[in-house]
């Protein structure tokens, strides 16, 4: 399973950029998919997950009402919309998938994930 991040870029502070992730390679049924990021010199750490088949959509506090998790089912991939960017959001995001069932509360562990993309890099400036 492979999994392609792409739509990170430059953007001014207040911006917005749209990331997209797409699963590759064979036939792949994610239970789970999500959004982490690692800036430079920090730990990586949680921005947003939900379950494939959707419902309830976990952010992290640093984010929510800034950034939406979506999903395109017929296309295999989620994205993530970006609004009202900050320098601090400056990192390399990750996205990730895994198949198992786990509970939504499990979802801000990066360790629920087994599958996960090569990053793109987002750069804020003020």
């Known amino acids: 399973v492979q999994l392609q991040a792409s739509g990170g870029g430059l953007v001014q502070a207040g911006g917005s950029l749209r990331l997209s992730c797409a699963t590759l390679?064979?036939?792949?049924?994610?239970?789970?998919m999500g959004w982490f990021r690692q800036a430079p010199g920090k730990e990586r750490e949680f921005v947003s997950a939900s379950r494939w088949s959707g419902g309830s959509t976990k952010y992290a506090d640093s984010v929510r009402g800034r950034f939406t998790l979506s999903r395109d089912k017929g296309k295999n991939t989620v994205y993530l919309q970006m609004n009202s960017l900050k320098p601090e959001d400056t990192a390399v995001y990750y996205c990730?998938?895994?198949?198992?069932?786990?509970?939504?509360?499990?979802?801000?562990?990066?360790?629920?994930?087994?599958?996960w993309g090569q990053g793109t890099l987002v750069t804020v400036s003020s």
């Open positions: 390679g064979r036939t792949f049924s994610p239970y789970v």
């Open positions: 990730a998938a895994d198949s198992r069932t786990w509970p939504i509360g499990f979802l801000s562990r990066s360790n629920a994930f087994e599958y």
